[in-house]
């Protein structure tokens, strides 16, 4: 019997639990790790791959949100900012300083619009200038000075920006600088914190491929993707953290409430030497001619573009469209005009649908990204509450998890035991201060090469010590197409990582699919290391290809 049958025959056989938590983002990951450590026997039932909604298909930003400011949003910065210099600490493997370059058109501009703004009036944003800017900053800085682990801002004239940046438009009266961060591998830092969840509390199970499917008094009917099976769960208290697909959960549980009005962002992966060149290292954060604040910043070795902010009522259909892919390109056009980007260096391109609050704005932007806990009390034949997470933002996951942790332990009688507010993910405990001399170290006690510690140091932290050593002891090799990846490293995410297809290991355990590195080749050399181990014969890994390169531009 393999794991998944053995978890499926566990809650067959033993039905009660404390809390069902629908919804494998980051969301509802981060409360699942929550309660894990409080001891709270959970199951965290995702209907795909975890991490497989807006989790994995955002700007990859660990960030503030410097322009949330002019919709009055202090307290969401405030506490982006706060839990932005904790991941940077708690999660250094992956969340990395990033410095980020604002190109303006004006000193004054924006100094009437922004108060109004800030005072909730349904104004279009844009025409930011340099003061308007200067102040947001300054609120930066005097949050971040706790921790220390951003420089602050600065400013340059336009002579100086243009010597720094000389891609940049010559209509910029100058730029300013400041850090925010970036998160290297989103995926497997929650795959990280599901290990550390299931390792703290063995009564736990998480399962992707399951999903809500109805409800009958005490129960919750739960249908497996993988055998079919349905299976009925007696929970005390159940989570909706089911992002975009919220009102769909409910709805399944026997709620008719409106709660999400989301909104989708599409991004373009693109691959461009030149702009590459031109960013170095940084972020480009401008404002189009509709208003709009657009990002562009690299990822391996191609360039992050994004974003759009367009309402869609049902998130299964999202797609980036062609008017959105014209759009980026001529918003990144109106800033770098020097530089020829085209439609043929777009190597990937991905939607993901933000949970918003269903709040009626004129703009998309002017919705509110702060997130809130909707509870639904016990009600008729239905014996326990239903707590739906609305909202929210990547950086402010632990801070929302935490929130709904100590709103369950309450209803539960319990006490909170484990803080996670200073507390190591994963790869990032025992963080070297020189990650150059410990990948040295580590190749030559492994007998791997510097390089090859290095990578894998950036995409597992320090667990790529005894990664190295079990990679090196059983002969391991680079893949012929992937020569960046091993088999046995394949081999060991098919085998450990809650792999049920190829698109999981192309996605969600690798940025393989977003770097553009999902060639046919590729995905043909990896569906045969990956079919070996889970049982896929030559027409099961045809079947992953094609459903691979279906996922392309969703």
């Not at 507010?421 to 025992?430: C, F, L």
């Given at each position: 019997m393999n794991?998944?049958?053995?978890?499926l025959?566990?809650?067959?056989s033993?039905?009660?639990?404390?809390?069902?938590?629908?919804?494998?983002?980051v969301?509802g990951?981060?409360?699942?790790?929550?309660?894990?450590?409080?001891?709270?026997?959970?199951?965290l039932?995702?209907?795909?791959d975890f991490?497989?909604?807006a989790?994995?298909?955002s700007?990859?930003?660990?960030?503030?949100?410097l322009?949330?400011l002019?919709n009055?949003?202090?307290?969401?910065v405030?506490?982006?900012?706060?839990?932005?210099?904790?991941?940077?600490?708690?999660?250094?493997h992956?969340v990395?300083p990033l410095?980020?370059?604002?190109?303006?058109y004006s000193?004054l501009?924006?100094l009437l619009?922004?108060?109004?703004?800030?005072?909730?009036?349904?104004?279009?944003?844009g025409?930011?200038?340099?003061l308007?800017?200067?102040?947001?900053?300054?609120?930066y800085?005097?949050?971040?000075r706790k921790?220390h682990?951003?420089?602050?801002?600065?400013f340059?004239t336009r002579?100086?920006?243009?010597?720094d940046?000389?891609e940049?438009?010559?209509?910029?009266?100058?730029?300013?600088?400041?850090w925010?961060a970036r998160?290297?591998e989103?995926?497997r830092?929650?795959?990280?914190?599901?290990?550390?969840?299931?390792?703290?509390?063995?009564d736990s199970?998480?399962l992707?491929y399951?999903e809500v499917?109805?409800?009958?008094?005490?129960q919750?009917?739960?249908?497996?993707a993988?055998?079919?099976?349905v299976?009925?769960?007696?929970?005390?208290?159940?989570?909706?953290?089911?992002g975009?697909?919220?009102?769909?959960?409910?709805?399944?549980?026997?709620?008719?409430?409106?709660?999400?009005?989301?909104?989708?962002?599409?991004?373009?992966?693109?691959r461009?030497?030149?702009?590459?060149?031109?960013l170095?290292g940084?972020?480009?954060?401008?404002?189009?001619?509709d208003g709009?604040l657009?990002?562009?910043?690299?990822?391996?070795?191609t360039?992050?573009?994004g974003?759009?902010?367009?309402p869609?009522d049902d998130p299964d259909?999202?797609?980036?469209?062609?008017?959105?892919?014209e759009?980026?390109l001529?918003?990144?056009?109106?800033?770098l005009?020097?530089?020829?980007v085209?439609?043929?260096?777009?190597v990937?391109?991905?939607?993901?649908v933000?949970?918003?609050?269903?709040e009626?704005?004129?703009?998309p932007g002017?919705?509110s990204?702060?997130h809130?806990?909707?509870?639904?009390?016990?009600a008729g034949?239905?014996?326990f509450?239903?707590?739906?997470?609305?909202?929210?933002?990547?950086t402010t996951?632990?801070?929302l998890s935490e929130?709904a942790?100590?709103?369950v332990?309450?209803?539960l009688?319990?006490?909170?035991?484990?803080?996670t507010?200073?507390?190591?993910i994963?790869?990032?405990?025992?963080?070297?201060?020189?990650?150059?001399r410990?990948?040295?170290?580590?190749?030559?006690?492994?007998?791997l090469?510097k390089?090859r510690v290095?990578?894998?140091?950036?995409?597992?932290?320090?667990?790529?010590?005894e990664?190295a050593?079990?990679f090196?002891?059983?002969?391991?090799?680079p893949?012929?197409?992937?020569?960046?990846?091993?088999?046995?490293?394949i081999?060991r995410i098919?085998r450990?990582?809650?792999?049920v297809?190829?698109?999981?290991?192309?996605y969600?355990?690798t940025?393989i699919?977003i770097s553009?590195?999902?060639r046919?080749e590729?995905?043909?050399e990896?569906?045969?290391?990956?079919g070996?181990?889970?049982?896929?014969?030559e027409?099961?890994?045809r079947?992953q290809?094609?459903?691979?390169?279906a996922e392309?531009?969703?």
């Amino acid at each position: 019997m393999n794991e998944r049958s053995s978890v499926l025959s566990a809650l067959c056989s033993a039905p009660q639990i404390s809390v069902l938590i629908a919804g494998g983002g980051v969301n509802g990951i981060g409360l699942f790790r929550e309660l894990c450590l409080q001891g709270v026997d959970c199951l965290l039932a995702e209907r795909r791959d975890f991490v497989s909604g807006a989790s994995s298909k955002s700007s990859r930003l660990i960030h503030g949100g410097l322009r949330y400011l002019e919709n009055g949003e202090v307290r969401l910065v405030r506490t982006a900012l706060i839990e932005r210099d904790r991941l940077l600490g708690n999660a250094p493997h992956y969340v990395r300083p990033l410095q980020v370059v604002i190109p303006f058109y004006s000193y004054l501009g924006g100094l009437l619009k922004c108060p109004l703004l800030f005072a909730g009036l349904p104004l279009q944003p844009g025409g930011r200038g340099a003061l308007v800017t200067k102040a947001g900053l300054l609120f930066y800085d005097m949050v971040s000075r706790k921790y220390h682990r951003l420089p602050r801002h600065s400013f340059f004239t336009r002579k100086a920006a243009l010597a720094d940046f000389p891609e940049l438009s010559g209509d910029i009266l100058g730029a300013a600088s400041y850090w925010d961060a970036r998160i290297t591998e989103a995926e497997r830092l929650c795959i990280e914190l599901l290990e550390e969840a299931l390792g703290a509390c063995p009564d736990s199970f998480a399962l992707n491929y399951l999903e809500v499917l109805d409800r009958r008094g005490e129960q919750v009917l739960l249908r497996d993707a993988v055998s079919g099976e349905v299976l009925a769960v007696r929970p005390r208290v159940v989570i909706n953290a089911a992002g975009a697909w919220i009102d769909r959960v409910n709805e399944r549980l026997g709620l008719n409430a409106k709660l999400i009005g989301g909104t989708k962002g599409s991004h373009l992966v693109i691959r461009n030497d030149k702009l590459h060149r031109a960013l170095r290292g940084r972020m480009l954060y401008y404002e189009y001619a509709d208003g709009r604040l657009c990002l562009a910043f690299p990822l391996e070795d191609t360039v992050l573009v994004g974003t759009t902010d367009i309402p869609v009522d049902d998130p299964d259909r999202a797609r980036c469209e062609r008017s959105e892919v014209e759009y980026l390109l001529s918003a990144l056009k109106s800033v770098l005009p020097g530089l020829e980007v085209s439609e043929r260096q777009i190597v990937h391109s991905f939607c993901g649908v933000r949970p918003l609050p269903a709040e009626r704005a004129n703009v998309p932007g002017r919705i509110s990204r702060d997130h809130r806990i909707v509870r639904f009390g016990p009600a008729g034949d239905r014996p326990f509450p239903i707590f739906s997470l609305v909202g929210g933002k990547w950086t402010t996951f632990r801070a929302l998890s935490e929130e709904a942790c100590d709103r369950v332990l309450d209803l539960l009688g319990l006490k909170r035991r484990v803080w996670t507010k200073k507390r190591p993910i994963g790869g990032g405990r025992n963080w070297p201060a020189d990650p150059e001399r410990w990948s040295e170290n580590v190749a030559r006690t492994s007998g791997l090469s510097k390089e090859r510690v290095a990578s894998l140091l950036g995409r597992y932290g320090t667990r790529a010590a005894e990664l190295a050593r079990e990679f090196t002891s059983s002969g391991d090799r680079p893949l012929d197409t992937l020569p960046d990846f091993s088999y046995r490293e394949i081999e060991r995410i098919a085998r450990r990582e809650f792999v049920v297809s190829l698109s999981d290991i192309v996605y969600r355990r690798t940025i393989i699919g977003i770097s553009g590195m999902a060639r046919p080749e590729a995905l043909q050399e990896l569906a045969r290391v990956a079919g070996r181990i889970l049982g896929w014969n030559e027409e099961k890994c045809r079947e992953q290809i094609h459903r691979v390169r279906a996922e392309v531009g969703t």
